[in-house]
């Protein structure tokens, strides 16, 4: 054989094995005749689908935030891969997968178990209807839900057909028409037969989304997923919690009660004891946490020094993307608000102001 | 000619002080572990590292995940760069090639030795350190916790323990393929093994990269690290899966070459 063929035949060998997956993934999803309206639909009505999967989240919003919102900042600002096994609201495990190891939400009858494997840490509270932003919330069917779960259909529209997680399906665009909202678009793909969301991409004002999540590998299958509660194993560090976070931590313990309307925004019914305000409709959002001194005194340092923040007499406020910050001054007698949401600069600072004389605190 | 390549391999100096080096690293922190009961920070040290403190049992896969990012990579690239290119240096290559042997059976003689070194290296550290973790950090009795927090028997243990070893000794393979190619272009055996280093090394900068995402499924380094997968319960089979097909794709490419360039190359040393 000559030196010629034998370098050709090794260039053919690297072209197909280069060519093969590209060619594969490029072939056209099939396009579905499905209504914006009745894909929503759809979506609206999924709450009950089984599933389980692989999911990648990407965000890209940088939190100035501290310690005690951490876990906050990482779910909003890196790469998380997830492994879910979703039987109802009530019954799920999501796995937060690290490259040494792992942090799991188990949601059983017990309540919520944090399982974290580098800790050998088990830790068991009572799943807040009042919380934090935590992983489960990114896996795109649940993260889907919540974004498109009070569109109406004159919101939506249809998007091409894409190939997520294997399966090729309809995408639909929400347009919020909110005014007070900084975001401003969110595109998600959805299994036209459970109604299940594969993948969300969240828009602010630029071209590239600040948060995405996508589902690379689905099953409907009923999930493997054990019954009862999660047992922790021979070892592990064994905590019980009364709150989930300082959110939760906030709203069964902190002695105000935030006004029923804020900006114009009508507080959202809630489950939880009410010392947090949760404000808003789908994608336009406002909460307002009340937060003890030892909480807000370091976040507050922290956002003063972060570039771009305006520290005026309602208080400090930092935009990240599309998400709004903004904390009240410490003064005396008076709760520090914490302020966080998917609306303008303008907003918070309304907001602020209208709580400082709303608010109630309890004697 | 493969039994002499193995024989060669087995009775050289170096061979052993290599495999010598790749365990002192793991022992030295089995001893540290061992005296100060100190484990790593969640999310800072090694895979594994602060599951040994309760079971010493998990220490192979600690001290796979110790020598895996450089150490056994070296190792293996300064044994595969020295393949052929330490031949011509040492001015043996010709008198190799004029012997009834071909081209394509030396250097498959090569690559088994090559292949045989890597599994060697990595059930040596395996071994040594299953000795001095159970030495050192304990043995817990009965079952093993699972990174998912479930319990794994002795049973499951030793075959995924199995696995992560067949698993790593495949992901070596793609880098002593790109040194026996680059073994067959120089005559410098330290020129080959820097340039295959050179490849990790980029290849772990760009794995850091956000800019670099698009690339970072096809990088070498990329899944070496997903071993980790198989203590998860159930296994994460995804990303080890691609870490097979992906080495496979990196052995077969620069096999090709080294095969295409060496057959048809002058020598001239």
Redesign the interface.
Known sequence: MTPQRRWFLVGVGVLLLIAIPVAVRSLPATESDVTAADLLAKVQASGSVRYSGYAEAVGGLQLPVTDRFSDLATLLGERTRLRVWWRSPESWRVDAIGLTGETDLIRDLGGLATWEYEAARVTFTADAPVRLPRTADLVPAVLGRQLLGEAESDEVARLPAERVAGRDVPGLRLTPRDPQTTIDHVDAWVDPQTGLVLRVEVYGAGTSPVMSTSFRSLSTEAPALSEGTFTPPPGAEVRVEEAVDIAAAADQFAPVRPPGTLVGLDRRPSEGVGAVGDYGRGVTRLVAIPLWDDAADPLRDQLETTPGARVGRRGTVVTVGPLGLMLTPNRFETPNWLLAGTVSRQTLARAAAELEGAARVLQ | MIVVELVKMLRRPRTWVTIGMLNALPTLVAVLLALTDLG?R??T????L??VL?DGTLFPLAAL?IVLPFLLPIAVAVFSGDAIAGEAAAGTLRYMVIRPVGRTTLLVAKLVSVIAFVLLAVLVVAATAYVMGTLLLGD?T??T?S?????LSATQISGRTALSIGYVVLSMLGVAAIALFLSTVTDSSLGAALGALGVLVASSLLFTLDAAAALQPYLPTRYW?SF??LF?D?I?W?DVVRGVVLQG?YV??FL??S??NF??KDITS
């Open positions: 790593p969640p999310g040290g090694p895979a594994f602060s599951a309760t995940a817990q009965g079952a916790t990174v998912s927090g479930t319990s690290l980790v997968d998860r159930p994460l995804r794709v077969a490419v090709g070459a095969w295409a057959t048809t």
